[in-house]
């Protein structure tokens, strides 16, 4: 009987149906009353009783077997009949959300790609600095008051360890490990000890320029920051650089754009002047080409270093700077489409 039992099992493993009939009709072979199973039980009343616990066992698991295996072969074929009842192929699909990216970083790439147009590369330097890189080697005198706990944050009590507040320091990293010509920007986080307002906000972006070579001169700086204006805020956009003064450039300068939103006729963004400040830039101070023994005799270069909050603001008209760092899908939402 155990190899009656065996033998049917075996069988079973290897039934295939090809359409739901079929395996219907299996069912029946197997499992229905006259099937072959039942008659293994019948034979099973005939057995000597000490054998009936074996073989009684061993049929239970048979049966359970054919059971799923039948539920298996039928499987294949509900699915498809199931589908073709209950699925109206003619409705749309279940469309996936896509992401969009954050309007800063739309406008960072944008303007890494128009400097990559004039041959600039790109390099970052690290968030946590030291005193040298953010403002001793930068020309900053010791009394300066950006060096201030009111400006800084200071990460510890080491006040060599602190957070930069404006990605300069960058360039000393670069002239330090790299050799003249170089031509490269610095797009990063820096971070300022600010009350947070509508128009300030303790950590922001900035993106800053090098320009070192022989024979760089302020026309040349003056050319790239036309060029850029243009390429960012549109080709009627007309430049001024206003005489300023950082510690590590010299001359130093700020430079305005037209107002793209009334194109210089007076609106509440320029606040009726026809005029919006979007950059800082100068000369490089020779005494910073020294502290990053580049040969100050040999080459002179430009930097200049901008707010990408300040630029985005302008392109789209964002009124509040809180608004990048709140992370609102509602705001964030209305960039999906532009990158
Ligand atoms: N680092 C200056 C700032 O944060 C900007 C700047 C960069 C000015 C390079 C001149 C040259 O305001």
């Not at 990216?101 to 690290?126: D, K, M, Q, W, Y």
């Not at 990293?173 to 920007?185: F, G, H, L, S």
């Not at 947070?196 to 950590?203: D, E, M, N, P």
Request: charged share 30%.
């Amino acid at each position: 009987m155990i190899k009656k039992i065996e033998e049917l099992r075996k069988e079973i493993e290897n039934l295939q149906a090809e359409t739901a009939e079929a395996a219907e009709q299996l069912r029946i072979k197997y499992l229905s009353k006259k099937g072959a199973v039942s008659k293994l039980f019948d034979e099973f009343k005939t057995i000597p009783n000490e054998q009936k616990r074996d073989v009684g066992q061993a049929l239970n698991t048979l049966k359970t077997f054919v059971k799923d295996r039948i539920i298996i072969l039928k499987e294949g074929f509900s699915n498809s009949e199931s589908e073709s009842v209950d699925m109206d192929l003619t409705l749309p699909g279940i469309s996936f959300e896509l992401g969009g990216r954050h309007p800063l970083s739309i406008v960072r790439n944008e303007i890494i790609e128009i400097f990559a147009r004039l041959g600039f590369t790109v390099a970052e330097g690290p968030e946590i600095e030291d005193d040298w890189h953010v403002f001793s080697a930068l020309n900053f005198p010791e009394e300066h008051p950006a060096r201030d706990m009111q400006d800084t944050f200071f990460i510890a009590q080491n006040p060599d360890v602190l957070l930069r507040t404006h990605t300069s320091s960058v360039q000393v990293r670069e002239m330090e490990k790299t050799k003249p010509p170089i031509r490269t920007i610095f797009p990063g986080r820096v971070f300022r000890n600010e009350a947070i307002s509508a128009r300030a906000h303790c950590i922001f972006h900035q993106v800053e320029g090098l320009f070192i070579d022989e024979d760089v001169s302020f026309a040349d700086l003056k050319q790239t920051l036309l060029y850029f204006a243009k390429e960012m805020f549109g080709e009627e956009t007309k430049i001024r650089l206003r005489p300023s003064y950082f510690p590590f450039t010299e001359p130093s300068a700020e430079m305005d754009i037209s107002c793209s939103l009334c194109g210089g006729k007076g609106c509440n963004v320029c606040k009726y002047t026809g005029w919006v400040e979007i950059l800082g830039c100068g000369m490089v101070d020779p005494n910073v080409l020294e502290n990053s023994n580049i040969d100050n005799k040999k080459y002179t270069g430009f930097a200049f270093g901008m707010g990408i909050e300040r630029i985005t603001m302008l392109r789209y008209q964002i009124k509040d700077i809180r608004l990048f760092f709140e992370n609102d899908i509602r705001f964030l939402n209305q960039f999906k489409s532009v990158d």
